[in-house]
């Protein structure tokens, strides 16, 4: 039998100390229970998900790099990078399956500074403003994209 199609989930830094503080602004669900929920989503999809989180901008556009041939898709919520990393950009532009990007918080809500997205760029389609459930719609997305 064919194995299912994997989808990496890659998360940038201090996503770590989700449900830790701020709650009010990210949700009081951990990464470890975002984790758990989008493999939950997963295997109601017939996707594999390999969830990773870096502090590193480097560790990341690795991991982009290492994928472009080897998953079905991309999810990506580069934290803090997404309002600077052209480095992230670069590698994305250069990634072949659907890439969505997520943000827990409605970032068009927020500081000026985070109205701009690097990633938006090289995204096919970005989720944001709904919590951890945006993990699980982009995983339904992704889904419909590669069917
Ligand atoms: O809303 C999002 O998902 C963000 O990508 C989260 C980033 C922020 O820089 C972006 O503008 C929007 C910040 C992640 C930091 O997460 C923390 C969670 C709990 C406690 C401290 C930081």
């Known amino acids: 039998m064919a194995e299912n199609p994997v989808i990496l989930i890659l998360n940038g830094p201090n996503l770590n100390m989700l449900g830790q503080r701020e709650p009010e602004i990210y949700g009081s669900q951990t990464l470890a229970d975002i984790e758990a929920a989008c493999i939950d989503q997963g295997k109601k999809l017939g996707l594999a998900v390999d969830f990773r989180q870096s502090n590193l901008e480097g560790e990341l556009v690795t991991w982009v790099q290492e994928n472009s041939n080897q998953v079905a898709g991309l999810i990506i919520n580069s934290a803090a990078y997404t309002?600077?990393?052209?480095?992230?950009?670069?590698s994305l532009l250069n990634f072949?399956?659907?890439v969505i990007e997520v943000h827990l918080s409605n970032i068009f809500k927020r500081e000026t500074f985070r109205h701009h997205s690097y990633i938006s760029g090289a995204a096919d389609g970005v989720i944001c403003g709904l919590g951890a459930k945006g993990y699980l719609l982009?995983?339904?997305?992704?889904?419909d994209m590669i069917d």
Do not use: C
């Open 96 to 98: 072949s399956p659907p």
């Open 138 to 143: 982009a995983l339904d997305a992704l889904a």
């Open 83 to 90: 309002h600077t990393s052209v480095a992230i950009l670069d």
